[in-house]
């Protein structure tokens, strides 16, 4: 018998999907000195950089006239000072509840993904 309990935190993340038909993912790499050290929602909206080849956070004045590759984070990611490949969505039925902040702006450059 173990008298020598441990406890571990386990994060897990919400479902930001409403249905997987037409589901479509890429690989993206986070740079992590845009991000906020911790952990990253899903369904948090993402841009590709083509200055630095890395994706961070989706800003809604500096991107609204970019033609680069958005995508939604699938799951909840933690990073802290390395950059990180996670999953991106870029195809698929969104729910919006689940996801924090998608603006006007980054629903009309994300053609593929259904938000409501």
Known sequence: MNLYTRKDTVVSGKE????????????????????????????????FDATTKKTRPFD????????EQVSLLF?????????????????????ESKCPAITAEFK??????DIR
């Open 75 to 95: 799951r909840d990611i933690r990073i802290d000072t390395n950059d990180v490949q996670a999953v991106g969505l870029v195809g698929g039925y969104v729910k």
């Open 16 to 47: 930001i999907l409403r249905d997987v038909v037409g589901l479509k993912t890429i690989t993206v790499t986070l740079d992590y000195t845009a991000f906020t050290a911790g952990i990253i929602p899903a369904g948090t909206s993402l841009i």
């Open 60 to 67: 809604k004045v500096k991107d609204a006239a970019s033609n």
């Open 108 to 113: 009309a450059k994300s053609k593929m993904l």
